[in-house]
């Protein structure tokens, strides 16, 4: 069964990768990724050398590139991860976002349409959806209403997704996941931007009041949920995918601080991000009831897990944040 995951050097894609591979030998991943400043080889130690495993560097925007994998590979399957992921880098230039999200999987649908694939699944987010008040939940039926230029692109890949099931039949799938934390997430995101910037005793940057709310999933259970939809979900659906746990960004702040025995005095509140969506919540009962997926990680422990990788990769992350990272943080908080 030859897969080709996109995307897979990132923070959810390697982890998928790193997952799969280590439970299950009858899959032959082609990982084509462009590695952007998010993507890491390091990510993907695991599988070096796996005889089920083939990285390819490119872009997946070129499509003479992606027609020859195709046909090299004889690909019936595609998990598209790759995008660029981060809201505030889209604030601060949209051209790439909706490139590489929206004219890169429109190239990936085509090759799939030409080459008659089985299984198309789109990593989407549930900011597609907008945002929510006080209460409620997002559920696939909840209109469309993305606010940043990240989760426009999101959305208008997921309406190309959608175009090719409806006129050409193709076998398409999409998951929206809530927030994701877990080992190798990039330190631009919330939880490990916060978790590095206390042991360096640098300033906690909070957008706004800090009471944003986000629903967060560890990675892994994603990623289940994410194989789970691979396999079984049906052509045409979309499938929300959420662990139901609800967090206001200050208290997650100040529970990371807890952990990391660092006092609440490195907070500082910052300008708010233009758009900044209030609430995400997510109704997963369709993935729950229709495929028979639950999340199995608790939130603290997973969160614990997670802080304790941070702590025994501190290369990792120092080789990022001493290189290129360093003049897109002073960009991104020099004004706020
Ligand atoms: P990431 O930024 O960590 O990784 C993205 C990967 O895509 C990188 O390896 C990068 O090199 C690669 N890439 C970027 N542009 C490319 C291109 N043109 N061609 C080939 N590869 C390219 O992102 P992530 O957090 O792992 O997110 C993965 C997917 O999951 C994205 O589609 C994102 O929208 C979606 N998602 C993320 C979250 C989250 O909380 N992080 C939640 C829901 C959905
Ligand atoms: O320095 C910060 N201070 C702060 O208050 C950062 C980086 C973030 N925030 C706030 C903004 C959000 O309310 O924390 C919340 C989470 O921010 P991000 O980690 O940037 O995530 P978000 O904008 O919610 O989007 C994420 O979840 C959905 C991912 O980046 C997307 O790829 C995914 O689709």
Known sequence: MNILVTGGA???????????????DDLNIIN??????????????????????TFVKGDITNAELVDYLFRKHSIKYVI????ESHVDRSILGSEIFYKTNVTGTAVLLEAARRYNIEKFLQISTD??????????????????????????????????VLAFYHTYGLPAVITRCSNNYGPLQFP?????LMIINALNNKKLPVYGDGLNVRDWIYVIDHNKAAELVFEKGKPGEVYNIGASREMKNINIVKLILNKLNKGEELIEYVKDRPGHD?????????????????????????????????????????????????KYYELQYKNR
């Open 278 to 326: 209030r609430r995400y919540a997510i109704d997963s009962s369709k993935i729950q009831e229709e495929l028979g997926w639950k999340p199995s990680f608790n939130f603290e422990e997973a969160l614990d897990n997670t802080i304790d990788w941070y702590l025994e990769n501190r290369q990792w992350w120092q080789r990022i944040i001493s290189g290129e990272y360093q």
């Open 80 to 83: 598209n991860f790759a995008a």
């Open 10 to 24: 990132g923070f959810i894609g390697s982890n998928f990768i790193n997952h799969i591979l280590s439970k299950r």
């Open 127 to 160: 900011e597609v959806y907008g945002s929510l008040g006080e209460t409620g939940l997002f559920t696939e039926k909840t209109p469309l209403s993305p606010n940043s230029p990240y989760s426009s692109s999101k959305a208008s890949a997921d309406t190309a």
């Open 188 to 192: 631009e995101k919330l939880i490990p």
């Open 32 to 53: 084509l990724d462009k590695l952007t400043y998010a993507g890491n080889l390091e990510n993907l130690k695991p599988v070096e050398g796996n005889k089920n495993y």
